[in-house]
């Protein structure tokens, strides 16, 4: 689904973030990046939706080249969670969700019918939560819109940057339940980066452990456990 293929990643100044990496990620697989900070993970989920461009190597989704592909085709493709809650506050929950959709042309009924089974999938009720502002929810309830917004157009890929490192332990612990039990619904090809040997081993089919840019480990976390 996902192939690096030595993938490398220097800025300006010379520092290789990500240094020729290779790994293969599977469809519907839950893959995690992990790593101390400034090892390379979120230039590394960056890339996969060209929001960052490689210095060397190949990225290919699907067989096909990254590069090969027109910018929106890739991107909308791909859903994208950030660590910020990242919703537009002027606009409704509705409105956030219906982003993507809407440049996809969807009908507004369509889109209408969208919303509620997205609410309903991370248990808030669409008649009180649809027509809310993002700043009358809280941390928590608006990640969980953050996580359902990346999925309105049903896209293959979820890139997921540290998405709930910002929230209280108790509402951290709650979301992580809810993409367990998301996932075996959705079976979505998710990478996601943090920085929380206890959240990878939660969440992961596979965890890739980062150090410098490089690879230190790959596997899963049986595996990553047993040969620490
Ligand atoms: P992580 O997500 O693991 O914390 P990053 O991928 O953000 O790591 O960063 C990897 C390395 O690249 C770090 O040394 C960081 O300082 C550097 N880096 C990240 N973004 C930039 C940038 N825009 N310009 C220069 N260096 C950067
Ligand atoms: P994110 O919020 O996606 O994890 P980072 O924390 O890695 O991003 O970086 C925040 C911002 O600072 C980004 O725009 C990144 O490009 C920039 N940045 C990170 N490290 C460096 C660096 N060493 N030199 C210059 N810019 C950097």
Same mark, same amino acid.
């Given at each position: 689904m996902i192939t690096f293929n030595h993938v490398t990643k220097s800025y300006s100044q010379g520092t290789k973030a990500v240094d020729s990496i290779s790994f293969e990620i599977k469809k519907g697989e839950f893959f995690v990046l992990i790593g101390p900070s400034g090892c390379g993970k979120t230039t590394s989920l960056k890339m996969i939706n060209r929001l960052i461009p490689l210095s060397d190597g190949t990225?290919?989704?699907?067989?096909?080249?990254?590069?090969?592909?027109?910018? #929106?085709?890739?991107?909308? #493709?791909?859903?994208?969670?950030? =660590?910020?809650? *990242?919703?537009?506050?002027?606009?409704?929950?509705?409105?956030?969700?219906?982003?993507?959709?809407?440049?996809?042309?969807?009908?507004?009924?369509?889109?209408?019918?969208?919303?509620?089974?997205?609410?309903?999938?991370?248990?808030?009720?669409?008649?009180?939560?649809? #027509?809310?502002?993002?700043?009358?929810?809280?941390?928590?309830? =608006? =990640?969980?819109?953050?996580?359902?917004? *990346?999925? *309105? *157009?049903?896209?293959?890929?979820?890139?997921?940057?540290e998405p709930f490192s910002a929230l209280d332990p108790i509402s951290r612990e709650k979301l992580q339940d809810d993409i367990i039990h998301l996932q075996k619904t959705i079976r979505k090809t998710i990478v996601f980066v943090t920085h929380d040997m206890q959240e990878a081993i939660k969440l992961a089919d596979r965890i890739c452990l980062m150090k410098d840019g490089k690879i230190v480990q790959l596997g899963t976390p049986e595996e990553i456990m047993n040969h620490p």
């Open positions: 990225i290919y989704i699907n067989g096909k080249r990254i590069s090969d592909y027109e910018v #929106n085709e890739l991107r909308w #493709n791909i859903g994208y969670v950030l =660590q910020q809650i *990242a919703l537009f506050p002027h606009m409704t929950i509705e409105e956030n969700i219906a982003v993507v959709p809407e440049m996809k042309g969807w009908s507004a009924e369509k889109i209408k019918t969208r919303v509620t089974e997205l609410l309903e999938m991370v248990g808030l009720d669409p008649d009180t939560y649809r #027509n809310r502002k993002p700043s009358q929810l809280s941390g928590g309830e =608006q =990640q969980r819109v953050g996580v359902i917004r *990346a999925l *309105a *157009a049903d896209p293959d890929i979820i890139l997921m940057d």
